[in-house]
């Protein structure tokens, strides 16, 4: 069966628009009958219903991020759902998105077949029901899915919420891209690797229950444009400072040396040229370290702020779901920068 990264130059997040080209793309477009607008970058669109509640939609894909069109497939699919997870809501509808490589026809069948087991795999493994979809065929193949749910305005979360006191958790460790660009160069051992596909392929369905902690006052995910990327946006819509503890920002097992080395996706250098005015203390960043937290993320663990009483809580709610969450910082006033990274006592 075909390599299926070989089509493309990049794949998962990692493929992602850079963000100033987006944000060039976007100026002046807005779309005024939904209740969010371009300028506070949810993670996915609300509408409201006739009986109250809101619908919560989201579209995502990629390029695949492995050889593997299962695993790409799974892969594709939980990073899709995890939009509408990252809003506090539970994903209950999806529409597949599905382009196969112009190749042989047998060959091209099989791919498709396998993109599909593991879109179908991501989907039933959370809860959500694929409905329809649509495929075409083009010289590269991309894996994603359109995601909707509903919930009460009460449930959901947005990245404007942040308030200054919070308490900054994430539930993944960041550095998943820079260890498909290692890996693919032979640098990230087996071990190591094992550890990153693990973390690609659990789904973020804890975010569901954070949407019924009122204490937990902002959400998002993790993906293309790194830690330090969402981060700016939760502080950008929220109007407040986000400080990072770079000590403290958990890391895949060889990425810090693999990003060290320069085995780092295009996409990461791209955020931080763009992101860096926003941030404060990043002379005392390395390299390496600059490149971890602007390393796009596919299917990236959830950022959540979190009134101070109730960290302890949100900790043991994901625990139950399996999942670590890290405090990584703390939400401050905003002054002359909307970020600030810290390290030891600087």
Known sequence: MQDLTKFSAAGGCSCKLPADQLDDLLNGTNALALLADNESADDAAFSELANGDVLVSSVDFQNP????????GMIGGLNAVSDIFACGVQP????????????????????????MRGLMEACSGVGCQIVGGHTIEQSAPLIGLTVRG????????????????????LTKPVGNGIAVAARQVGFLIDTDWKVAQDMLLTANSVGKDFGAIAAVSSLTDITGFGLIGHSLEVAISSNVMIELDVDD?????????????GFVPQLAASTWEFSEAQVSGKENLSDGEKMLL????????????????AVQQVIEVASRNGVEAVAIGEVRERGAYYCNVRKGTS
């Open 294 to 309: 602007t390393d796009p993320q596919t299917n990236g663990g959830l950022l959540a702020t979190v009134a101070k009483d």
């Open 150 to 169: 509903t919930a009460c305005p009460e449930q959901i979360k947005r990245k404007s919420g942040a308030r200054p006191g919070d308490v900054v958790l």
């Open 65 to 72: 991020i492995l050889d593997d069109p299962y695993l790409a």
């Open 92 to 115: 209950q509808w999806a529409e597949v998105i599905l382009a196969l490589p112009q190749i042989d026809r047998e060959t091209k069948v099989a791919i498709g077949r396998e993109m």
């Open 249 to 261: 920002v958990p890391a895949l097992p060889g990425t810090r040396r693999a990003a060290e080395m």
